[in-house]
């Protein structure tokens, strides 16, 4: 999908996103831009935690720049979904050291005066997408391992804050950990057990 920009000289930097749709923890965006070439990346939601551990260093070694942006739970119930994922993105974007000229998202539209291609499954169909996925996932998989020491018996560490039939059971017993986002059905249905997050 870059492959146009990339004719044209133009620094492409690709963004995703990890933990959107979950039920607890931050919204990890990933910018990369990488030069052109054939790269081995694919969308991190196909890989196992071993092998997205594997291509993010290969992803860190091959890129002219990379950076993530993180919106944080209060900011995700504050903003919603879609608005703290484009905060997340926006930092991200601000983090690289290196200026993009084009950008390539999956499926989010960001306010850019770049040119942008944002169709869905980007993360399918362009590497630097896919790159960019890659980091989000690892760098949220480690946030939510360490939730997981923090607010022990929800199973942050195997289900990563999303709403499988584990995590249901966990906060009809437990209640919402101050890391859970209020906005979500699931958890404002909850017993509320922990004190309000600040």
């Known amino acids: 999908m870059e492959e146009g920009f990339w004719a044209q000289g133009l620094r492409v930097a690709g963004l995703d996103e990890a933990g959107r749709g979950a039920w607890a923890g931050p919204i990890v965006v990933g910018a990369v831009v990488l030069p052109p070439g054939a790269y081995p990346f694919r969308d991190s939601k196909l890989l196992s935690p071993r092998e997205s551990e594997r291509l993010a260093e ?94 022990p018996g929800y199973g942050f560490a195997r289900h990563k804050g999303y709403g499988t039939p584990e995590h249901q059971e966990a906060l009809l017993v437990l209640g919402p950990s101050p890391v859970h986002r209020r906005r979500f059905s699931p958890v404002a249905r909850a017993p509320l057990r922990f004190p309000e997050a600040p």
């Open 58 to 151: 290969k992803v860190r070694e091959a890129a002219l720049a990379y950076a993530l942006g993180v919106a944080e739970v209060a900011e995700v119930d504050r903003l919603g979904v879609l608005k703290a994922t484009l905060l997340a993105a926006e930092r991200a974007l601000r983090g690289l050291p290196l200026a993009p000229e084009a950008l390539v998202t999956d499926y989010l539209r960001l306010p850019t005066s770049l040119p942008l291609l944002a169709p869905p499954k980007a993360d399918e169909r362009s590497p630097t997408v896919a790159a960019a996925s890659i980091l989000a996932k690892v760098h949220r998989d480690r946030i939510m391992v360490e939730l997981d020491r923090l607010y």
